[in-house]
Each structure stands twice: as structure tokens, then as C-alpha cells.
């Protein structure tokens, strides 16, 4: 009985993942119009009632691909901060900025190597309205994982010194702490991404622009303008390896 149960549980959680699989395909060929449970079912050969017991509504669905495009990124974040290591006889101050630096610039290349997941989340925020409260709630996990990685870099940079305290005391919701500071930080990314996406009249490749604008955040944070010269040049040798 055991094993029927596991065998089922099995192919519920293939189908599943077929099913987002399908859900992700119509994104990337007509955006969030394109994905509806009509089409959905159509192309994985299944009825509606039938489709309704994995996800009940598109709303489901979205959310369940913007958990996984956070998971997916939040991850890579992980494994390259564990590849930014600096020689033993770097200044401290200069290798925390320079993490913080290198964080920016993996942002800023995040559309070219994972456009699915880089893309997904910009649309989702230029049409907030496609998902739910409640389904909207459980991404929440998933979005505080993403923001682990720039928090625990803003918190390190701190304490060596590299950049001022958020202040004593300071919580997510008093105007300043290391979580509200890494949500401006990526919402300003964000929107630099976005204006790299223009034909014409920006000024400087987004590569070029989030650098700046990290260092003019940097800077506005307390960093010293030397060490932050000596971070952007760690930052680019990590690039190099």
C-alpha cells in the first residue's frame, strides 16, 4: 500500500512539475495573457477539473513560478558569494565592499543568464494584479530567501567597519536596517535593468549604470571612497577568474 501511495505521489509531482513547465513556456511566449488555465490544460492534454486539483487558479500558478524563479536565484547568489574569496593580505573593509560590489554586477548580468527568472519577476512587478493576496503571502518565504544573500553582505559590510549602521535598534519597518536598505538596493537595480532595455537616450550600458549606481548607494552608506576603488578593483578580478 505503501509503495502505491509513493508511486502516485510520484507522478503527482512529475504532472506538477509538467504543468509549470507548460505555465513557464506560455510566459515566455506571449507573457502573463498568455498564460491561462485554458491554455495550460490544452497542451498538457488534461481536463479543467482535472487541472483545478494542482493549481486552482492562474493566480496559483504564478506564484508557484515566482517561488521558483526566487529559489533559483536566491541559489545562485549563494554559490557565488562562496566563490568570491580574497587574498589573505586584502583589507577587510575593501573585501566587503567588494562583495557588495560583485552582488551588484551578478544582478545586473541576472537577464542575460537567467532571462526566465529575471523576466518573470519584472513583469510581476509591472502588473502587481496577477496574483492574489493569499497566493501573493506564500511567495513571501521564498522572497525574504532571495534578499539573504545582499542583507548578510550589507550586515558584514557593517561590521568591518566599511559602511555606517543602519542604526541601534533599527527594524524593517523603522525607515532604515540592512533589510530596507538590500530592498532599495534591488528595486534600484531593478529599475536600472529596465531602462537598459531602451533603444535610445540612456547614457551608459546597465553594466556601467548599476555600477554607479551601487557606488553612489555605497558611498551615500558610509563607504570610503578609497576602499570602495579598491573593491570595484577585487570585484573585477573575481569577474576575470
Known sequence: MATETDRRTRKRIARRRELLDIA????????????TLAAIGERADLTAPSL??????KSAIVAALQREALEVLAQV???????????ADAEPQAVALARLVAFSDLTMSGP??????????????????LQDL?????????????LT???????????????????AGASADSGDSSMVRAVRWLAAL????????LPVGVPADGHTMGRLLSGD?????????????????????WKIR
Open 77 to 87: 547568489a549563494r554559490e557565488a558569494v562562496g566563490s568570491w574569496q580574497a587574498p
Open 112 to 129: 542575460a543568464k537567467y532571462p526566465r527568472e529575471f523576466g518573470l519577476q519584472q513583469r510581476l512587478m509591472a502588473n502587481p494584479g
Open 134 to 146: 493569499d497566493d501573493a503571502a506564500g511567495v513571501l518565504p521564498a522572497a525574504l530567501g532571495a
Open 24 to 35: 513557464a513556456d506560455l510566459w515566455d511566449e506571449g507573457g502573463p495573457e498568455a498564460l
Open 190 to 197: 531593478n529599475g536600472v535593468l529596465a531602462t537598459d532595455s
Open 217 to 237: 548607494l555605497l558611498r551615500g552608506w558610509g563607504a570610503n571612497p578609497e576602499r570602495l576603488t579598491e573593491a570595484v578593483a577585487l570585484a573585477d578580478d
Open 52 to 57: 483545478y486539483t494542482y493549481f486552482p487558479s
Open 149 to 167: 544573500v545582499p542583507v548578510q553582505l550589507i550586515d558584514q559590510a557593517v561590521r568591518a567597519g566599511a559602511l555606517g549602521d543602519a542604526g
